[in-house]
């Protein structure tokens, strides 16, 4: 496998045929065996006095006493942060131990995990306004590289502007030794991004939203480097392992050019944040990220298709005037005690009025040619299902605790979460969230 040449993407501003310029702060990407021990060596360039360590129970074993051996050994004093937690949860208890455990005087972050610590160690300095490493202990998801944090805030799943990582290493060593449903859970995450391309080129076509081609490429190119090395990944190649982990990263620095998490993220993640905040409404235990966007990615191309079997004209949609009253019932009802934010979003953009739905069916209607052309480059769902089980990951809702009653309101109101067009807002606009969501229930639940 050819490796990535970094050095393409970081701290170098980069003038781009969209018209604009991309940057990405990241200082240096290390992906290889042993490189844990690099971590004294990268240090030596700088003259950070004030080192704190980030772990949890099982990040902690899995790479975190490594970390200390290799800044002990160099004359590095540290201090440690340890979750307990058996579930940690990115949320605002986990925000406060973390503020309140971060010596004041701290002038580095180094966290040692993968998602949430990353999440809640990134969003940290970026508020201390201090510098943060992450040590990866699994090629789980995309967010190394990122620049936002998706948190949990009155049980609302939010994203959070946030600071870019300055150092990312990815001990191959470590990687190799993840739980295998968490090295499958970074290929669910990457697979999701079939959708969201999809999605992001639409709302291009419909709504003139900025689309950057090259990150599109870039994007596309992080999907390659994962499916092409999935079934080998579960045999814990080294070079696969690799090759996921610098997908995944490519597509974080994908959204750190962007400025947001557009490129990696669409209606396939707009499910599995709902099914998320659900899981944790109910106390019931939530999958792994990057597990709940390939099965939401499994249903969203089902839907592609159902879609592009259809024919769609907005004089063959029945007059239906949207009512914010009857709509912010079901909210309510659909959300719980997360409704509120999701409320505030639609009376500041009003997205599902009908002034909005009228003049996207319009322009639905006049971009045919060129909405054709993006729906006949998404794979077929069985293919993409077939890369998910060749790791013997999950494919269908039930498979991670959905209940057909969760996954219908996720077609229905997950778009409600984001001020995003794409997928879920085409069947609202069309009122075929009824009719599609039926028949995918149907296929995915008998």
């Not at 993968?114 to 490493?133: A, E, F, H, P, Q």
């Not at 990866?136 to 190394?144: N, R």
């Not at 029945?318 to 009857?326: G, H, L, N, W």
Request: net charge negative; aromatic share 8%.
């Amino acid at each position: 496998m050819e490796k990535t040449d970094w050095k393409r993407y970081l701290q170098k501003e980069r003038a781009c045929s969209c018209g604009k310029s991309h940057f990405c702060d990241i200082e240096e990407i290390v992906l290889e065996e042993h490189g844990i021990r690099r971590l004294p060596e990268i240090l030596g360039r700088h003259t950070y006095k004030k080192l704190c360590v980030v772990c949890d129970e099982h990040t902690e074993v899995a790479a975190g006493f490594q970390v200390y051996e290799a800044l002990a050994g160099h004359g590095y004093e540290f201090s440690k942060v340890l979750y307990h937690e058996p579930e940690l949860i990115p949320n605002e208890d986990a925000l406060i131990y973390l503020f309140t455990q971060v010596p004041q005087d701290c002038d580095l972050i180094i966290g040692v995990g993968s998602g949430t610590i990353n999440d809640l160690c990134r969003y940290v300095s970026y508020k201390m306004k201090i510098d943060y490493y992450i040590v990866g202990t699994a090629p789980s998801m995309d967010g190394y590289a990122s620049n936002v944090s998706p948190l949990i805030i009155r049980h609302l799943k939010t994203t959070y502007t946030a600071k870019t990582a300055r150092v990312i290493i990815g001990d191959l060593d470590v990687l190799c030794k993840a739980p295998m449903h968490m090295i499958a859970a970074g290929v669910g995450d990457i697979i999701g991004k079939y959708v969201c391309l999809a999605d992001w080129q639409l709302a291009h076509q419909i709504n003139g939203e900025y689309l950057c081609p090259e990150v599109v490429k870039m994007v596309q190119e992080s999907i390659q480097k994962v499916t092409e090395h999935a079934q080998a990944a579960a045999g814990r190649e080294k070079e696969a392992i690799a090759a996921i982990m610098e997908g995944l990263v490519l597509s974080g620095i994908a959204m750190s050019y962007i400025g947001n998490s557009r490129p990696a993220s669409g209606s396939e993640h707009h499910m599995s944040h709902y099914w998320e905040m659900m899981f944790l409404l109910n106390q019931e235990p939530d999958p792994l990220h990057g597990t709940k966007v390939g099965v939401a990615t499994i249903a969203a191309l089902r839907l592609y298709e159902m879609l592009k079997e259809t024919e769609l004209k907005s004089e063959a949609v029945k007059a239906k005037a949207f009512s914010y009253d009857v709509w912010a019932k079901e909210i309510e009802a659909a959300y719980g005690s997360a409704a509120s934010g999701v409320l505030q979003l639609e009376q500041e953009v009003e997205k599902n009025s009908d002034k909005e739905v009228l003049r996207r069916q319009k322009a639905w209607e006049e971009k045919q040619e060129e909405i054709g052309k993006i729906l006949e480059h998404l794979p077929k769902t069985d293919t993409v299902a077939d890369v998910l089980k060749s790791m013997k990951a999950p494919v269908l809702p039930k498979e991670i605790g959905v209940s057909p009653e969760i996954f219908k309101k996720g077609i229905y109101y997950a778009k409600d979460l984001r001020n995003r067009f794409g997928l879920l807002q085409i069947l609202f606009d069309f009122q075929l969230q009824e009719k599609f969501g039926k028949k995918l229930e149907e296929e995915l639940y008998r």
